[in-house]
């Protein structure tokens, strides 16, 4: 990965950590403004995990039936 990787959200700037599906993170993150619209966004480790958690809790909450 090229050493000038950064987050994908707009305003954020951060080192990127993983390479996602745009259409994903649009899906899981709709508050988030990108900074491009290529088909792979990159998240820094501190939206990764917000993605992570967004992902989790809806697929527990409804595995769970709470
Ligand atoms: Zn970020």
Redesign the pocket.
């Known amino acids: 990965m090229p050493a000038d990787e950064v ?1 994908g ?1 707009s305003g ?1 700037g ?1 080192k990127a950590a993983r390479s996602l599906s745009t259409k994903k993170v649009k899906e899981v993150l709709p508050g988030m403004s990108l900074v491009s619209d290529a088909r792979r966004t990159h ?2 480790r ?2 990764y995990r917000q993605f992570r958690k967004a992902t989790k809790e809806e697929r527990e909450l409804e595995r769970l039936g709470w």
């Open positions: 987050c959200i954020c951060q998240l820094c501190d939206h």
